[in-house]
């Protein structure tokens, strides 16, 4: 089974980017046909999806945060990253990342506030 772990900071000012990255363990990101996301949870609000790093390395985001996401990766440490910028309180929110919505991180609360 998959682990996944998120980390970063769990504080972000208004306009600053957010910064997380997830560590997998007990796979490899770039094994053929798996998909890694991130996706984000509002507080008193449902789950919303990010955006996606397939094993290539080909990416998708979410319509409404394209332009303010990016997601890479780091094959040598196994592990994928979210850059959110232009944060704002809007953006505050449990962040999760999971393969393919299967095996989930524990995720890791961020608040956007100065």
């Known amino acids: 089974q998959v682990q996944l772990q998120e980390s970063g900071p769990g504080l972000v000012k208004p306009s600053q980017t957010l910064s997380l990255t997830c560590t997998v363990s007990g796979g490899s990101i770039t094994t053929s046909w798996l998909y890694w996301m991130w996706v984000r949870q509002p507080p008193g609000k449902g789950l919303e999806w990010i955006g996606t790093?397939?094993?290539?390395?080909?990416?998708s985001y979410s319509p409404s945060l394209k332009s303010r996401t990016s997601i890479s990766r780091d094959t040598s440490k196994n592990h994928f990253t979210l850059q959110l910028t232009s944060v704002t309180p809007e953006d505050t929110a449990v962040y999760y990342c999971?393969?393919?919505?299967?095996?989930w991180g524990q995720g890791t609360q961020v608040t956007v506030s100065s």
């Open positions: 790093i397939g094993f290539s390395g080909s990416t």
């Open positions: 999971t393969r393919d919505l299967g095996d």
